[in-house]
């Protein structure tokens, strides 16, 4: 199970920067990171911090949901809608 939401994470980060035409540089400054390394190991399934993973849904304006890329996010969620 863990595999398939590093793989959906990864798909789903590396697609929405291809389909913007962005390279790994570009989409690690419109997230605020100083490193494209950075941004390649959360694509790769490397966890980022919370306020990172906001900023990333608030950038793809939601294509890249929060919860999927900080488990921490994604327990927030779920208390909520309890």
Known sequence: MCEL?????RNALIGWRKAKDLSLE?????????SKG???????G???????A???????????SAASLNPD???VDKARAA
């Not at 570009?26 to 100083?34: D, E, I, N, P, V």
């Not at 950075?38 to 790769?44: G, K, R």
Request: hydrophobic share 50%; glycine share 8%.
């Open 5 to 9: 939401v590093v793989m959906s994470k």
């Open 26 to 34: 570009q989409a690690a400054s419109m997230f605020g990171l100083l």
């Open 38 to 44: 950075y941004l390649s190991e959360i694509e790769n």
């Open 46 to 52: 490397g966890r980022c911090s919370v306020a990172l």
């Open 54 to 64: 906001l900023t990333i849904e608030r950038v793809t304006e939601g294509a890249i």
């Open 73 to 75: 996010v994604a327990l």
